[in-house]
């Protein structure tokens, strides 16, 4: 038992082996079938479903289709039956000649996935071409001395038929002299030979004529005839002999026409006439005779026309020399056809993908097959494409290839490759077939729009008309298609207090920007806003950069006059004594603009005067000064005009009005004001009424001028609070507070305190500190600078 056990586990062991090896050799194996020749069109060959173990269906799905050598198609394939169909009649001769077994090999591709299967298909021949004498008369001369069993080999009949519906064998007409025997050459080919039977007399029968017939194996035989005529002649008992009788030679098949191959020689022992030699090809077929001749009298063979070892790679070449008593020698020529490298290698397609998706892994691009018709080293194929591109080969099987990509694409890098796919063999020298293939890469949404800048910085001048182009931003995108195509829109403001739709506004095709409305310099100097670029690829992508928009300032704003006010109830007059030298400080004008810049830079200018040349305005600081000295003949009372005007195009402008009364000194009680003519014309009082009024003032202004003195020095040294809260008398001056309001280069609204130095009633008066003082950061500038000579000149100064 423990035998018969280990028996049946070693018969199973061999059975699994064998098992296994089959199905690793499933899809290398070649799968045979057969058709007879002269089949019509459209017959059925096989199931192929069925053979490949395939369902209903399957080969459609998987996209199956028949390759054969030089995409010539000999056979169809039902995709949806999955039979095997033959695509026209086949003509087995035509196909393979004499060759036999006569087989087509073909492969079966299946695209998805790739999988590939050798086939052969082997055409039967049938018995379709009786057997042919290429010579249809032959005549042999026979002496008379030829003893019996003495064999004369006669030309052969063809039959382009192979195997059994070849030439079976030869038969003669009955006679009395002659029988014949079939022979068969190293080749397989079968040739008569005619034997004598009895020894032939010239006299009694000079001539003989018999039929020769070749009969083929087929079922039913063909036959083929041909008529011998024998002429006995006179005795020419030598025949010439060939030394040696078989030659062997080679040739490459790339040899000229008109190439000698080799020189035969025969010899003939007799003499005169009877040894005079000619040669000729002996039972040449229609190929040899179309290969080779033979110079008849020196037996030279030559080559007639090109060979092609891949058509014939030998021939066998018989020599016939004979003499003039008609007797004959044979020789032999095995000629050997060498392959040289003629035949460049072939590419053959069988799929090919033009366009490829970018970012894509892995992907085929075609799949090919190579061939060479040359042998040994000249038929050894290697394939290769260039080393700079991201493709590769791989060998799927026999002299498969498929080409795919090394990587994913990028179609911005590169958007198109030009694959050249060389394949050399390894003859010398050695030959190659490029093949070109195209291959473009098809865009995918993977780049978003790039600003030409992070940030833009525009102006604009204020003042400007709606819907102005203020300027430009521009993105571009790398794709191609609709993933290039880029919008433009303006992102929520990073400032949610800025009006920003109600500001600018931008072309969302062009990226153009447009002021919504006008802008003031004065109300607002600058903004920004973040501007988005989206392209239309799905998903889609997107990028922002940066907007500041300038306003630029424009002349849009006169001069204002602080100093002196020209809104109070009554003018501002300035007193000036009589005693005063040329270049007095009379006053300062003091004015300010709205505006920035060069339209914010202010000159002064007098314009008008009750007597020209008295006084004059300086033009940088608006300083009006005496032109010369005064005199007792000059007017007490005197209008100045001074213009302001700025430095803008065009320049704007504002005038003030000054009042100047000259008087003899600062001790007078009482200022009258300019419009008070009507006290001047009143007449004169009683000298004696002016004596007293004049005692009493001169008494009441002294004690008053000590009380003032006094107060004022006690002010001082209270502190400069408590002296911007003294007393102002009502009449010439005009109330207290001077409001300016926030225009011009002053950020904010302010008002000064003027009052009076004392209580005497003189010209004497201070600018007190501003009630607002909050200038964020800004000086009150030169236009109201206090320079060291201000409280000496005008009598106030500036705190």
């Known amino acids: 038992m423990e035998v018969v056990r280990k028996l049946i586990c070693r018969q199973r ?32 060959v096989t199931n192929l479903a069925k053979d490949l173990g395939l369902g ?49 090999r073909f492969q079966v591709l299946l695209e998805n996935p790739l999988e590939f299967f050798q086939a052969e298909l082997q055409v039967i021949d049938i018995n379709d071409h009786a057997p042919v004498f290429m010579d249809r008369d032959m005549l042999l001369k026979i002496s008379e001395s030829s003893p019996p069993g003495t064999k004369f080999p006669l030309k052969n009949a063809q039959d382009m038929d192979v195997g059994r519906n070849n030439i079976e064998n030869y038969t ?38 018999l039929t020769l017939t070749a009969q083929d194996g087929g079922s039913p035989p063909r036959f083929g005839t041909a008529q011998v005529s024998i002429e006995v002649v006179d005795i020419n008992d030598n025949a010439p002999e060939f030394e040696p009788p078989f030659y062997r030679v080679q040739i490459p098949e790339d040899s000229p026409i008109g190439y000698l191959i080799v020189k ?29 001749e033979i110079n008849a009298m020196t037996g030279e063979i030559r080559l007639k026309k090109q060979l092609d070892f891949e058509t014939t790679q030998s021939y066998e070449v018989n020599i016939e020399a004979r003499d003039t008593g008609s007797l004959s020698g044979k020789c032999t020529v095995l000629t050997q056809v060498m392959d040289v490298n003629d035949n460049a290698p072939e590419v053959t397609m069988s799929a090919l993908t033009r366009q490829i998706p970018e970012n894509s892994p892995e992907t085929m691009v075609a799949v090919f097959s ?48 030009n694959v050249t796919i060389t394949v050399t063999d390894l003859g010398t020298p050695r030959l190659k077939t490029q093949h070109n293939i195209t291959v473009l890469v098809s865009d995918v949404n993977d780049n978003a729009p790039a600003f ?25 995108d790398r794709d191609a298609g609709a993933n290039a195509q880029v919008t433009y829109s303006l992102l929520p403001p990073l400032d949610a207090h800025v009006p920003l739709a109600s500001l600018v506004s931008i072309n969302p095709d062009n990226g153009h920007l447009f002021a919504l409305r006008s802008l003031d310099y004065e109300a607002l100097r600058a903004f920004e806003f973040r501007v988005g670029a989206a392209d239309r690829g799905s998903p889609a992508l997107s990028s922002q950069a940066l907007v500041r928009v300038l306003v630029v300032d424009d002349n849009d704003n006169a001069p204002f006059v602080l100093y002196p006010l020209q809104n109070a109830s009554a003018p501002c007059t300035e007193l000036v004594p009589r005693a ?28 008008k005067a009750t007597e020209p040349g008295l006084f004059g305005v300086w033009a940088h600081n608006g300083e009006v000064r005496t032109a010369r000295l005064l005199s007792e003949r000059d007017a007490a009372k005197h209008r100045l005009v001074v213009q302001v005007k700025d430095n803008g195009e065009p320049p704007l402008s504002a005038s003030v009005t000054l009042h100047v ?53 006690l002010c001082r040294r209270g502190g400069a609070a408590s002296v911007g809260r003294c007393s102002v008398p009502e009449g010439h001056f005009p109330g207290h507070l001077v409001d300016v309001s926030g225009t011009g280069t002053l950020s904010q609204s302010y008002q000064y305190e003027v009052c009076l130095k004392g209580g005497s009633g003189t010209s004497e008066f201070n600018f007190l500190k501003p009630i607002v003082t909050n200038f964020q950061g800004h000086s009150p500038g030169p236009d109201i600078e206090e320079t060291p000579n201000f409280r000496k000149d005008f009598g106030f100064s500036i705190q």
Not at 15 to 28: K, T, W
Not at 581 to 600: C, F, I, M, P, R
């Open 172 to 209: 003669i007409s009955p006679n009395s002299y002659f029988r014949v025997l079939t022979r068969k050459r190293s080749d397989g080919r079968k040739y008569p030979e005619l034997v004598l039977d009895e020894v032939l007399d010239r006299e009694e029968e000079p001539e003989l004529r």
């Open 452 to 476: 030409t800048q992070t940030s833009y910085t525009l102006s604009v001048r204020e003042n400007n008309s709606p819907a102005l182009h203020i300027g430009s931003v521009r993105a571009t």
């Open 13 to 44: 062991q061999v059975f699994f082996f064998f098992f296994f090896l089959g199905l690793a050799q499933a899809g290398s194996e070649f799968r045979r079938y057969s058709v007879v020749e002269e089949t019509e069109g459209s017959s059925f």
């Open 580 to 607: 005063a030298e040329a270049g007095y400080l009379v006053t300062k004008v003091v004015a300010v603009d709205g505006d920035s810049g060069q339209n914010a830079w202010l000159s002064y200018q007098l314009l």
């Open 264 to 292: 035969v020689s025969a010899t003939d022992i007799d003499i005169g006439v009877n040894r005079e030699i000619s040669y000729s090809l002996f039972q040449a077929s229609e190929e040899i005779s179309k290969t080779f």
């Open 56 to 104: 209903q269906g399957e080969l459609s799905r998987r996209g199956a289709r028949v390759i054969s050598k030089g995409n010539k198609l000999y056979l169809q394939l039902d995709q949806e039956t999955g039979d095997l169909l033959l695509n026209e009649k086949l003509d087995r001769e035509e196909l393979c000649g004499q060759t036999e077994p006569c087989m087509l």
């Open 661 to 713: 009364l000259l008087v003899d000194g600062f001790s007078q009680p009482y200022l009258p004001a300019p419009e008070a003519e009507a006290a001047d014309a009143a007449p004169a009082a009683p000298l004696t009424v002016y004596l007293v009024v004049a005692l009493a003032s001169v008494s009441s202004l002294f004690v008053f001028s000590v009380l003032v003195f006094v107060a004022v020095r």
């Open 370 to 417: 190579v061939s060479d018709l040359d042998s040994e080293e000249n038929g050894k194929i290697s394939c290769y494409i260039q080393d700079d591109l991201p493709f590769f080969l791989k060998s799927s099987m026999e002299n498969f290839y498929t080409l795919v990509t090394e990587r994913p694409l990028d179609r911005e890098t590169r958007a198109e490759y």
